[in-house]
């Protein structure tokens, strides 16, 4: 079926009503009927009801709550059933660095390539499960797929040879392995991954842009950031609540909508390992920074003070900054001279002592 003929599925709302001898109707069609007809209809729903007795009534109230559970969208369902799997994520130390501006390039290149990893996973089963009733509304490729947008942005940080440079973390092959699962044992829930990456990446996606941009001062044409841009889409805000109204549309049972959700917080928790896993990647990048003789900045290690900092970054770790913090310290760290500057030290103490005494 075409896109626009799964567009068109999604259009026309239902409302079930369970209880007995009740009808199915359109809310389309009771918009378009007349104040008598809706009147004659609500007369027999009433009828209905008086029929009952207290028992009956009870027994019947209860279905409906079901059924307005089970009419629930799934977009909905994943928004509040994920907001605070979402929020802690956001407050990974890593996130909040990189929103800050506090990013090197090296820590960069190591979350593109975890990228790379997982969306050439990700892809892989969408394109196995394109037609799937439980997916097929939701595969996007022209608009959505990411893999050749981040092998472009790998080749320009690694050069030609970036396929053999680049290899999978201990915590992106986890998620990895969990997406491949799902894709080939439970493709039903592969739209918990869909989501939890594709809406993100349009929403604040566009910001980690300009700000990676900013950070380590790379080319405004897009060189290294063609993973946040999505030539294909030309509104995120639109394509979005396209994107819902095709989940909502989805003919699932409230059971699989309640493993989609509970799926979708894994998914959570599996980008947040590799947040804490890029965050330990950057502690040990910034140790082995002072013990090679990088400067301490400021003196005192807070390399965010340091007047020379912007001016390196763009080439990663500091490279060719002319921080006096680095000279000094490369200077002092060689054997030789720290012997001629204690020499020199106990020189000028001996002359000071003999000239007091």
């Not at 050069?159 to 799902?182: F, L, M, N, P």
Request: net charge neutral; with cysteine.
């Amino acid at each position: 079926m075409t896109q626009e003929g799964r567009a068109g599925r999604c259009l026309g709302k239902w409302v079930l009503w369970a209880p007995r001898h009740w009808l199915l109707v359109s809310v389309q069609d009771q918009r378009n009927k007349g104040s008598k007809n809706h009147t004659a209809t609500m007369s027999v729903e009433l009828e209905t009801s008086e029929g009952m007795d207290e028992s009956e009534k009870k027994s019947s109230r209860a279905p409906e709550g079901e059924n307005h559970t089970k009419m629930a969208d799934l977009s909905e369902l994943l928004k509040e059933g994920t907001k605070e799997a979402h929020d802690r994520a956001e407050n990974t130390q890593f996130v909040k660095d990189f929103l800050k501006g506090n990013i090197r390039k090296e820590l960069f290149k190591l979350a593109t390539t975890a990228l790379y990893f997982t969306y050439s996973a990700l892809e892989e089963e969408m394109d196995r499960n394109r037609d799937h009733p439980a997916f097929a509304a939701l595969y996007f490729p022209v608009e959505l797929h990411r893999k050749a947008a981040l092998a472009k942005d790998l080749l320009y940080f690694f050069g030609e040879d970036w396929k053999a440079q680049v290899q999978c973390s201990e915590a992106t092959r986890k998620y990895v392995e969990r997406i491949h699962y799902v894709g080939q044992q439970e493709p039903e829930l592969l739209v918990a991954h869909a989501y939890t990456r594709y809406m993100g990446d349009l929403s604040g996606g566009q910001v980690l842009r300009k700000v990676a941009q900013r950070a380590l001062k790379l080319p405004s044409t897009g060189e290294g950031t063609h993973f946040y841009l999505f030539e294909n889409v030309d509104n995120a805000q639109q394509f979005k609540q396209l994107y819902r109204a095709r989940m909502n549309a989805l003919d699932l049972t409230l059971k699989t909508k309640e493993k989609i959700v509970e799926e979708a917080n894994k998914a959570f928790e599996y980008n947040m390992q590799v947040f804490n896993e890029l965050d330990q990647a950057g502690s040990l990048l910034a140790k082995e920074t002072l013990e090679d003789g990088f400067p301490m900045h400021n003196g005192k290690g807070d390399m965010r003070k340091c007047p020379y900092y912007a001016a390196g970054q763009d080439k990663g770790a500091l490279d060719g900054s002319g921080c006096p913090f680095r000279t000094a310290l490369s200077v002092l760290s060689k054997p030789g001279l720290q012997f001629i500057l204690a020499t020199t030290v106990a020189l000028a103490a001996g002359l000071l002592a003999w000239y007091y005494v």
